[in-house]
Nanobody
Framework: VRLVESEGGLVQAGGSLRLSCAAS????????MAWFRQAPGKQRELVAT???????NYADSVKGRFTISRDNANRRVYLEMNSLRAEDAAVYYC?????????????????WGQGNLVNVSS
């Protein structure tokens, strides 16, 4: 499975931006999907997760402002970002947990998108 993200962009503080990420390649099932971000000089951090059933979880810093959603039929995940702040500026990565089933076992392999820069101007 390969993940391809939409481009990020430059947004004014208080503005909105929607990121998307599409899975292509093999037809393996995808379990959880998530968005991470990494600001310069900082560690990569979890922004939001969504299960295959649609249950979501958010970092405290984005609750009420960001919404993660997914389209299972088209193997896409989205991140709607509203009320953007300067501290939201980062490279955003999507991640998918790909289910790999063999005769012996079922394992989950994490696959990352290429990352895209989101800049927020004040």
């Amino acid at each position: 499975v390969r993940l391809v993200e939409s481009e990020g962009g430059l947004v004014q503080a208080g503005g909105s931006l929607r990121l998307s990420c599409a899975a292509s390649g093999s037809s393996n099932d995808i379990n959880d999907m998530a968005w991470f971000r990494q600001a310069p000089g900082k560690q990569r951090e979890l922004v939001a997760t969504i299960t295959s059933a649609g249950s979501t979880n958010y970092a405290d810093s984005v609750k009420g402002r960001f919404t993660i959603s997914r389209d299972n039929a088209n193997r896409r995940v989205y991140l709607e970002m509203n009320s953007l702040r300067a501290e939201d500026a980062a490279v955003y990565y999507c991640k998918a947990e790909v289910v790999v089933v063999t005769i012996e076992s079922t394992t989950y392999v994490g696959v990352w998108g290429q990352g895209n820069l989101v800049n927020v101007s004040s």
